[in-house]
C-alpha cells in the first residue's frame, strides 16, 4: 500500500463485509451522466427514449470486461501466477482502448439488429463517451494510479490546483505528475467541442471519427509522461496506447476523407427531425 501525504480512503463506505470502493463509485457515475445526456440527445434526434437504455443493458458490462481483459493481455506476467486477481477491479486496472474497442463491437451488433445506423448512434454518443472518460479518470486519482513521472511541489503548485489533488499525487516519498487530471481536463474541452459541432451539421460519422482524433492525440502526448504504460508484448519503448492512438487517428482521418469523396449527398447530423413526432389525443371529427 502507498504511503502518502494527506492520503483519501479509497473505500467510500461499506455494506457490511462489502467494501465499496470509490473507484467504481466514480465510475458509475460517469456511467450515468453520460447516459443522461445521451438519451436527451437521442429523444431529440427522434430515437425511441428505451433505445439507449436497451443498448447500455449490454454494452457497460461487456465494456468493463473488455477493459479488464485488454489491461490484463498486456500485464499478464502481474496476473499468470495470481489469477485471483485477474476479476478484482476494485483495485484499479482498467484499460479504457479495452473497453472503447468491445463498446464499439457491442454497439455495431446492438444497431445492426434494430436496424438503425451504426454512425447515426456514435455520432449521438460521441460527447456522452468522453463524459464517462472525463468523470471516470477521478477513480484514478483516488486509487492513486496512472499517474506520470516524479515533479516537485513547486511545480504542481505552479499549475494552481488544489492542495487536496498536490497532497494525494504524495506518492511513496515524491510527488508526480498528475495526468488523470490533464486527460480529463482534455476530454471536458473535447465535450464542448463536440456540442458545438452539433450546430455544424456535419457529415453522419464525423462527430464520432473527431471524438476519435481528439481523444487519441490528447492521449498519445500524456501517456508519454505516464510511468505505468502498458506495452506491446513487453517491448519497451512501444506503449500499447500510443500505437492504438495512432491507428485510431489514421482510421478516423482516412474514413473522414473517404466518404466524402465516395459518397454523394451523404446524410448529416440534423437530417433526423429535432423531435419525435407526438401523437394526438383528439379524436377525429365524425362527418
Known amino acids: 500500500m502507498f504511503s502518502v501525504l494527506g492520503s483519501i480512503d479509497p ?6 463485509p462489502i467494501d465499496v470502493h470509490w473507484y467504481g463509485v466514480i465510475i458509475a457515475t460517469g456511467i450515468v451522466i453520460a447516459f443522461l445526456v445521451g438519451q436527451r440527445e437521442m429523444v431529440k434526434r427522434g430515437m425511441h427514449p428505451e433505445f439507449l437504455t436497451d443498448l447500455l ?6 465494456a468493463i470486461v473488455g477493459a479488464r481483459i485488454y489491461y490484463v493481455i498486456f500485464e499478464w506476467d502481474n496476473y499468470k501466477d495470481n489469477p485471483g486477481e485477474i476479476i478484482a477491479i476494485w483495485n484499479g486496472g482498467l484499460a479504457i482502448h ?22 447515426k448512434v456514435a455520432d449521438i454518443l460521441a460527447p456522452s463517451i468522453l463524459i464517462g472518460q472525463a468523470i ?3 477513480g484514478n486519482f ?11 511541489r513547486v511545480f504542481l503548485e505552479n499549475l494552481f490546483i488544489p492542495d487536496w489533488i498536490i497532497n494525494h499525487m504524495y506518492i ?4 508526480y505528475h498528475p495526468t488523470f487530471l490533464y486527460e480529463s481536463l482534455w476530454s471536458f474541452v473535447g465535450i464542448i467541442i463536440l456540442l458545438l459541432l452539433r450546430r455544424v451539421n456535419l457529415v453522419r460519422g464525423e462527430m ?3 471524438y476519435m482524433i481528439w481523444y487519441s492525440v490528447g492521449r498519445y502526448f500524456i501517456e508519454g509522461m505516464r510511468t505505468d504504460s502498458l506495452y506491446v508484448f513487453g517491448i519497451e519503448g512501444l506503449r500499447t496506447a500510443q500505437l492504438v492512438s495512432i491507428l485510431a487517428i489514421i482510421i478516423a482521418v482516412v474514413l473522414i476523407i473517404y466518404r466524402r469523396v465516395t459518397i454523394k449527398n451523404p446524410p448529416r447530423y ?18
Open 136 to 138: 471516470g479518470r477521478w
Open 270 to 287: 440534423l437530417d433526423e427531425p429535432a423531435e419525435p413526432k407526438k401523437k394526438s389525443n383528439k379524436k377525429p371529427k365524425k362527418k
Open 208 to 210: 464520432f471519427f473527431f
Open 98 to 119: 479495452g473497453a472503447l474497442i468491445m463498446s464499439v463491437i457491442v454497439a455495431y451488433i446492438f444497431t445492426k439488429k434494430r436496424n438503425t445506423p451504426f454512425l
Open 172 to 175: 511513496d516519498g515524491a510527488y
Open 11 to 16: 473505500v467510500a463506505f461499506s455494506l457490511g
Open 57 to 62: 443493458i449490454w454494452a457497460v458490462p461487456l
Open 142 to 152: 483516488i486509487n492513486q494510479e496512472a499517474h506520470g513521472g516524479e515533479v516537485s
